[in-house]
Structure formats: structure tokens, C-alpha cells
Nanobody, 119 residues
Framework: QVQLVESGGGLVQPGGSLRLSCAAS????????MGWYRQAPGKQRELVAG???????KYADSVKGRFTISRDNAKRTVYLQMNSLKPEDTAVYFC?????????????WGQGTQVTVSS
């Protein structure tokens, strides 16, 4: 079982920066692939960035070059550094932990943190 708690959201002006954190409790954090998703009003939840256990990363095209995902396994925390924020980045951001064990998928979500980009 993994519990995820996001923090770091808030209101920021266009062009500004925010750093989201996701703290995990439970065991074996390092064995999970981690991701940040977001959901804007009226839209489906979408993957923003992911980092696998080998620290390879992937990003949505809309955030490439602006967002950076990283993880600190010792602190059981994953981060999302968001720079050059745009109004279209406004959404609730969710942390996700995922792995497959003997064919069974285990997925956990945090409660989400609101990011609002507005002048």
C-alpha cells in the first residue's frame, strides 16, 4: 500500500514557476514508476510527466522544455519543477505511483493539488 500527498500548488502569474512535491508513505517507493497527471475542468486527466525506476523520463509535448520531473528515493518523494507557466497549465495536478507485480497492476493516486496560472 502506498499513500501519496501532493503539495506546492497555488496561484502564479504567466511566466512564473512552481515546484510540486509528492511525498510517499509505505514501502518500496523505489520500485514504483511515478508520474504527474493533471485534469482541467471539463477535460480528461492527462499524463504530464513520468519517471520510471531507472530514472528515465517522458513528458507530454505541451510541457517539454518547461517542466522537469525528478525523484529522490531516499526521501520517497517525486518532484515536478514547472517553469514558464501558461494559463493553459491551470489544472489539478495528481501524483501517481504504478507498478506491475506478477501480472497484477498496482496504482495509487494522491488527492491532487490545484495549480492556477493567471494574471
Amino acid at each position: 500500500q502506498v499513500q501519496l500527498v501532493e503539495s506546492g500548488g497555488g496561484l502564479v502569474q504567466p511566466g512564473g514557476s512552481l515546484r510540486l512535491s509528492c511525498a510517499a508513505s509505505g514501502n518500496n517507493f523505489a520500485t514504483y514508476d511515478m508520474g504527474w497527471y493533471r485534469q482541467a475542468p471539463g477535460k480528461q486527466r492527462e499524463l504530464v510527466a513520468g519517471i520510471i525506476i531507472g530514472s528515465s523520463t517522458k513528458y507530454a509535448d505541451s510541457v517539454k522544455g518547461r517542466f522537469t520531473i525528478s525523484r529522490d528515493n531516499a526521501k520517497r518523494t517525486v518532484y515536478l519543477q514547472m517553469n514558464s507557466l501558461k494559463p493553459e497549465d491551470t489544472a489539478v495536478y495528481f501524483c501517481n505511483a504504478h507498478k506491475t507485480v506478477f501480472g497484477t497492476e498496482r496504482t495509487y493516486w494522491g488527492q491532487g493539488t490545484q495549480v492556477t496560472v493567471s494574471s
